[in-house]
């Protein structure tokens, strides 16, 4: 019933930024974050926000990424800075209403 549309993945040069967005189709209420799944690797949290507003980062990326969520736009976003090539991955929005929700993934490539 929830769909979960990203943008904003492409192609930036080593400590770039790029800002991910995840619009879904209707309002969720629960927890939203992005995970990544590199090439032969597992997927892997990246960061998660609840309702009330909490967040939590991987430790690979504190001090970098900032997640955020605007609920009045039912849109989820992902704010990274100082990019590294270790971060190229697909990254997947997701989302829980009832049961959680995966978007299709945005590639970014960090690369020189």
């Known amino acids: 019933q929830v769909q979960l549309v990203e943008s904003g993945g492409g192609l930036v040069q080593p400590g770039g930024s790029l800002r991910l967005s995840c619009i879904a189709s209707?309002?969720?209420?629960?927890?939203m974050g992005w995970y990544r799944q590199a090439p032969g690797k597992q997927r892997e949290l990246v960061a998660i926000?609840?309702?009330?507003?909490?967040?939590n980062y991987a430790d690979s990326v504190k001090g970098r990424f900032t997640i955020s969520r605007d609920n009045a736009k039912n849109t989820v976003y992902l704010q990274m800075t100082s990019l590294k090539p270790d971060d190229t991955a697909v990254y997947y929005c997701?989302?829980?209403?009832?049961?959680?929700?995966w978007g299709q993934g945005t590639q970014v490539t960090v690369s020189s």
């Open positions: 926000i609840t309702n009330g507003g909490t967040t």
């Open positions: 997701y989302g829980v209403v009832s049961s959680p929700y």
């Open positions: 209707g309002s969720i209420f629960g927890t």
